[in-house]
């Protein structure tokens, strides 16, 4: 039962296109989404969240939008760069809760 | 400022042997967290703890335990290992409950 979805194993990008990952969430009680950045044998690390109450926020190049009708929400790359290419983790946390959620993971390749 | 810290980063264990993994962080973060990653699994929680003194279980808790005896420290056990537990095991801790997590580098486990 995943409760959080990245359906898109991997994905592959012209450097200076834009790359879309999307993640979807079947439980309604998720109100904080994240979005983590891995390079191999290194740890996650954070990268751009928003709230349910928001519908976007953008850092820098990045931009993470929300659709809570839909359970879904997407990160946005422009312009893409070769030093983007890493393995992209949809989370989602709910309100009281403390786990965090996974999903399964995009891995993004940035062509030069 | 090191961050989390997870010892050891390789370890290969036979089948029904016994394991700690450790994770420290100097953040002074109250909660705590262990994942595993498997391919096409993402990251998946398998105990966490809220504070000094408290675990809790997770998403995957059968065959590992866990201890939070000081707030810089967190310890994931092995008691029996079976060739299902191989793994990347990592570490993370926050601020907030449900925050920003911050990842330790990872340690992968290799049960034969």
Redesign the interface.
Known sequence: DQQ?K?NS?SLSVQEGRISILNCDYTNSMFD?F?W?KKYP??????LI?ISSIKDKNEDGRFTVFLNKSAKHLSLHIVPSQPGDSAVY?C?A??TG?????????TRLFVKA | NAGVTQTPKFRVLKTGQSMTLLCAQDMNHEYMYWYRQDPGMGLRLIHYSVGEGTTAKGEVPDGYNVSRLKKQNFLLGLESAAPSQTSVYFCASSYERAGELFFGEGSRLTVL
Do not use: D, H, R
């Not at chain 1, 044998?41 to 954070?46: D, H, I, K, V």
């Not at chain 1, 809760?97 to 993971?105: Q, S």
């Open positions: 959080v990245q194993p904080y994240l983590y044998a290194e740890g996650p690390t954070f969240s983790f989370a946390s709910g809760g403390f786990k965090t959620i996974f999903g399964a993971g």
